[in-house]
């Protein structure tokens, strides 16, 4: 412990990233800070503790996605006996809301406790600010300011969500993410712009939720993912009543008596509809401004404002870390933050070594058909290996209980292997479940697994996961 300072160890932003250092470090009985503010949205939604994913992230976005799924079983439940339920019976997005904020807000609190009773940790509500490399400015919401110095600072601060430049009160006109799962009033019919990760998740649950929803789409879906599941993920969406624009994004939004009259461009004609509700998804931007990066010589990149640090998440002053979303080249997701922050705490105080891998985490899309992925695109496999050098083994298939309940859509599973060694170098599913079968093939990836190792594997029968260990038909 250096005695020149209040603190070992000072985190910037308490999500998911941030925590899990204020948790390991406390472990190891460091003198831990920890500051975390949350700026309300531009309508003025403001949450708790946690950051984006239990908050307006992951959490809420999963609690709506089942919501959804099981709205899905309505149609199927005469088909197989049950009686006395509506299939077109409505969906109360007010009882949603409600439940869902009950469950943020039981996750809030559960922090909240950790924060306040745990010994060595050192909770600010405030904002904080570098002053120097060991001084943090720390603001409270009435801009009044303490000051508290640390021998490592880490910055942890997240994203937000990005808004458009070029269409005048745009902020005012649309809703994000941020607001979207504490929205009081139901959105009604919605048009969602982008068509990534974000767009394409709250797409699908407003859709099955039972709302009118268009997904404006700029060029693809998806990108950086599979393309040819991308386009089997629009098609489903499409069969479950997703419309979508493609090719264009919106040239203007106007207030028309409460609604948005939205107008694009597509082919050189304008085109335009009211919505309900405009909800932007078109990417996020890292929370730096306003860090006093610059003062202190943290370098950041200036058009996206993320902080460049290097394999061992140290910025350009050498006490000063960033993990998470706001680092530049990271992969935004909760458990890469998490697993980033712990090794960090390993090689600052445990003789660590490990730095974050960023390559083979697999990931699902938590769309209506969920698609679950870990290693290479078949785009991505083919420009690296060239497309002589790999097999592509495909198969479409319709999970046992689909066809009894007459759904409708077939699901897809694909495996991407290198024919010099036979290992398995891309794995994509798109199917029920995906997140739950997908996490087991991350392990077969990132031991390098064989496509013979798989077919050595005796399936499970009946499951759809099955369908994984049998594929024998490449394109
Ligand atoms: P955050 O969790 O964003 O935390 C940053 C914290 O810092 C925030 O509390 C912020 O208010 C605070 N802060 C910012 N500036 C300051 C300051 N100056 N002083 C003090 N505090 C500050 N990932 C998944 O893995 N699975 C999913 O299913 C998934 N779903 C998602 C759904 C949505 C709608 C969104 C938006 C994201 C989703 N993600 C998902 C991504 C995941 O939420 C993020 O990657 C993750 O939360 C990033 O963690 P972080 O620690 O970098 O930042
Ligand atoms: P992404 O950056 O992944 O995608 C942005 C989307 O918006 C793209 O489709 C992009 O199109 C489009 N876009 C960008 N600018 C514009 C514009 N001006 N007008 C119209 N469309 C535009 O952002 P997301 O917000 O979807 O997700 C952010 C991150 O959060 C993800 O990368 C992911 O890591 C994480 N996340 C993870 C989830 C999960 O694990 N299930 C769920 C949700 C988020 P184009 O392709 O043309 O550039």
């Known amino acids: 412990m250096n005695p020149q300072y209040q603190y070992d160890i000072f985190v910037i932003g308490g999500g998911s990233g941030g925590l899990t250092v204020v948790d390991e470090a406390q472990r190891l009985g460091k003198r831990v800070g920890l500051a975390d503010y949350i700026k309300p949205s531009p309508h003025g939604t403001q949450w708790g503790t946690g950051g984006t994913c239990p908050n307006v992230g992951c959490i809420p976005k999963k609690l709506m996605h089942m919501t959804a799924l099981i709205g899905e079983i309505r149609h199927e439940l005469a088909a197989t006996g049950w009686q006395g339920v509506d299939p077109h019976s409505k969906h109360n997005w007010n009882t949603l809301v409600n439940e869902v904020q009950r469950q943020v807000k039981g996750i809030n609190k559960a922090n909240d406790d950790w924060l306040v009773t745990t010994n ?126 493609r090719g264009t994004i919106p040239s203007s939004i106007e207030d028309v008596d409460g609604k948005r009259l939205v107008k694009w461009v597509l082919n050189g004609q304008e085109q335009s509809e009211v919505f309900d509700t405009v909800l932007l998804a078109i990417g996020r931007s890292a929370d730096t401004q306003n860090l006093g990066l610059e003062q202190v010589g943290v370098q950041t990149n200036k058009e996206s404002g993320k902080i460049i640090a290097n394999d061992a998440d140290s910025t350009s002053v050498s006490n000063i870390f960033a993990i998470g979303d706001c680092v530049q080249g990271r992969l935004e997701l909760t458990p890469t933050a998490i697993m980033c922050g712990k090794r960090l705490i390993k090689r600052l105080y445990q003789n660590g070594n490990q730095i974050m891998e960023y390559s083979d985490v697999s990931t699902t899309v938590f769309t209506p058909l969920e698609y679950g992925c870990v290693g290479y695109s078949e785009e991505a496999a083919t420009k690296k290996f060239g497309k002589e050098n790999l097999k592509i083994f495909t198969s479409e298939f319709t999970p046992l209980f689909w066809n009894f309940a007459n759904r409708k859509g077939t699901c897809y599973a694909k495996l991407i292997v290198k024919k010099d060694d036979d290992v398995v170098i891309g794995f994509h599913y798109l199917g029920p479940d995906a997140a739950e079968v997908t996490q087991g ?8 697994a064989k496509k013979s190792d798989l077919d050595n594997v005796v399936g499970i029968h009946p499951s759809v996961a099955e369908e994984l260990v049998q594929m024998q038909t490449w394109k």
Request: net charge neutral.
């Open 120 to 245: 060595g940790i050192t909770y600010y509500n405030k904002l904080g600010k570098l002053k120097d490399d060991h001084t943090i400015e720390l603001i409270d919401k009435d801009g009044q300011s303490e000051f508290v110095t640390a021998e490592y600072i880490v910055i942890a601060v997240g994203s937000r969500p990005s808004f458009p430049t070029d269409i005048p009160n745009v902020k005012q006109l649309t809703i994000t993410s941020d607001d979207l799962f504490s929205l009081k009033n139901a959105p009604g019919k919605t048009l969602v712009v982008g068509a990534s990760y974000v767009a394409l998740e709250c797409a699908g649950f407003l859709t099955g939720l039972g709302y009118d929803v268009t997904v404006m789409v700029r060029s693809i879906l998806l990108r950086g993912f599979d393309q040819e599941v991308a386009e089997r993920i629009g098609e489903f969406m499409k069969i479950s009543g997703t419309k979508f624009i």
């Open 441 to 448: 093939f991350g392990v077969v990836i990132k031991l390098k």
